[in-house]
């Protein structure tokens, strides 16, 4: 993403609050993809091809925007993700927390 | 994701329209960080290792529901992600958009 | 809301982008309410008076901020609702669409 | 709203999760019309009557799905973003607040 926005000279356009709009823009066109479906029909869309392909191209965008923007940021995502994973790991007990809805993180 | 989902026994609650649902508020959340930062100031935020650490939790949060949400959908996530990156290149000739404002994808 | 804002000196911060910032994150804590629900649970939400009230304060968040925004952009929201809807109807008649799926707008 | 989705009986598909999705979905929208604009251009939209003409449609498709989403709740969306405005104006006292950005609601 870098390297394809540097490529372009876009990276001008990329500061933080452009970058995050741009994301939301992406998550709109996903949303619009499950929005009207029954809720255990969403979750046969895995099983259609032609609607599997969009749902990866649109949570694509969204990772890609993403990326993008961690990047603008000097944020390593991969680090980023692996020490908010341990830190709900220890939030989260196992225990305390086992087929309860997840409080919000 | 899949394993600390999975030992919680969570993946119940991980229809795709939640997982989109849990997605946004964690957007929410980011954009809440840049809201009304000066869009020059939103840019220095990387130098601030207290909201540099913040973006990079929220940035975090997004990117694991989204490969949660990848993940149910049977959708590998970093192939999904090349095959939109070359379609972008093609799609986004260099000489035809050098420097202009990209066209939403 | 233009009143409440000017008393404070917060127009300074009401770009066009940065309404859109708030009024996502206000999106988010809206979307934040639904999300672990069952489909058939969120609908039950109205009948619970404490998570009725909650919705109601997100949604006026959300409402407030669109308003904000419409007035900095010199929009009367209530005409161009009208407007919209007119549109709307002539769009999606009655005969064609009666109990499909709404196509997105 | 009410009137035009039961003529289409589309009131079917308007439980909570769904409304809320497709008004994030419209949020995008909304979003995509500003973001990579530079802040200050985007303040200037206004004159542009026919970027007037498509933020004034967007802002309207949020707050007609919003609105539709207060009504499924049996909220009265006037009533309550009165209340919020008057609970608000008692939490930012303007001696507190002035000039400050307003911290997130």
Redesign the interface.
């Known amino acids: ?1 870098r390297e ?1 926005s540097e ?4 990276v ?2 990329h ?4 970058l ?13 993809l ?7 029909q ?2 046969a ?2 099983s259609d091809p032609k609607l ?1 392909q969009r ?3 649109e ?6 925007y ?1 990326l993008r ?2 990047d ?4 390593d ?1 991969s680090q ?2 692996n ?3 341990s830190a ?2 220890e939030r ?1 007990a ?1 225990s305390d ?3 309860q ?2 409080l ?2």
């Open positions: 993403m394809f490529a372009r000279n876009w001008q356009f500061d933080p609050k452009s995050v709009l741009a994301l939301v823009g992406e998550v709109g066109e996903l949303a619009e499950f929005q009207w479906l029954p809720a255990d969403a979750q869309l895995a599997k749902a990866g191209e949570i694509s965008d969204v990772f890609l993403l923007l961690a603008e940021l000097g944020i995502l980023a993700a020490q908010k994973m709900s790991e989260f196992i927390v086992h087929g809805a997840p919000k993180s």
